[in-house]
């Protein structure tokens, strides 16, 4: 058994689409959504992942706005920029790309933002509402994990759901909305013991642990879905998940690749969110 390919590609592309038309209905109503990204230094991983995210913005028919910062603005002067963004009617989504430098506390920068502005989901208010089960934006790839797990008609009800992964951004909040559409959730991490017993019950693996090829086909239960969402390079300089692709598809019922996977849902859901932003900024203001 070779397990089917989930295509982010073409699963972003789909949503893309919705999006565009969504974009369209809010500009006949004399609203154009906005997002601004604010990078700061020169990292290129960074530098790439804003060039994506602007080109992906513009395609949708958004308006696109990057602030460039050096590396050695102060924590005071970025504090300043998010808040003229708060302010400003023709933004509905702030992000800000991270990491940050060592000196800016990225804690404070995320509570700066505006919640009905935070459209990478990571505001403690948003993440609060997350939780609870309430209207708001979600973490990007956790939501846009969510969507290929829908789009794919996989049922999540009553399943098993194992996250290898305990971050803010993807494992915690993945483990909540796995939750809220009624699976069983086990968190694994770096101190789980005996981690296959676990990934092994799993009938949907998500794995997002940072670490190249980590976990292979012998963690794998017979027919489950594995969802990978590490970005690593092999030995080879390859890119590659944190899962062994070419053991565990033997295995799997489906899985995604590494790159065309999760990658392009992150900046799509993101996407999504700030047209949620600009269609509830848009109803107030008619």
Do not use: W
Not at 44 to 71: C, D
Not at 233 to 260: H, M, Q, W, Y
Request: glycine fraction near 10%; include cysteine; aromatic fraction near 2%.
């Amino acid at each position: 058994m070779t397990g089917s390919l989930i295509d982010g590609v073409a699963i972003g592309k789909e949503i893309r689409e919705e999006i565009k038309e969504g974009v369209t209905a809010l500009k006949e109503k004399g609203c154009q959504p906005g997002l601004a990204v604010i990078l700061v230094g020169d990292n290129q991983a960074s530098r790439t992942y804003v060039k994506n995210k602007q080109k992906s913005t513009l395609e949708v028919g958004m308006k696109s706005e990057l602030i460039e910062l050096p590396a050695t603005v102060t924590e005071e002067e970025l504090l300043a920029c998010v808040a003229k963004l708060n302010n400003d009617e023709s933004i509905n989504g702030i992000l800000v790309q991270l990491p940050l430098p060592n000196h800016i506390d990225e804690n404070l920068v995320i509570r700066a933002i505006a919640p009905a502005k935070d459209v990478d989901g990571f505001h403690p208010e948003n993440v609060g509402k997350m939780i609870i089960g309430q209207q708001t934006f979600l973490s990007c790839t956790p939501y846009g994990i969510i969507e290929l797990l829908e789009r794919t008609g996989t049922e999540m009800s009553g399943k098993h759901a194992v996250i290898v992964g305990r971050s803010n951004i993807v494992g915690k909040p993945m483990g909540q909305l796995l939750l809220q559409r009624d699976a069983t959730v086990t968190y694994c991490h770096s101190k789980t013991k005996d981690l296959a017993t676990f990934t092994k019950q799993a009938d949907i693996l998500i794995v997002a642990i940072g670490r190249a090829k980590f976990i292979t086909g012998e963690h794998v239960k017979a027919g489950a879905v594995v969802i990978d969402v590490g970005m690593n390079r092999d030995e080879n300089g390859k890119l590659c998940g944190d899962v062994d692709f070419a053991t565990a598809k033997e295995v799997a019922s489906a899985i995604t690749p590494v790159p065309g996977g999760v990658g392009p849902m992150t900046i799509t859901m993101l996407l999504k969110n700030t047209l949620q932003s600009a269609e509830q900024a848009c109803s107030q203001s008619l």
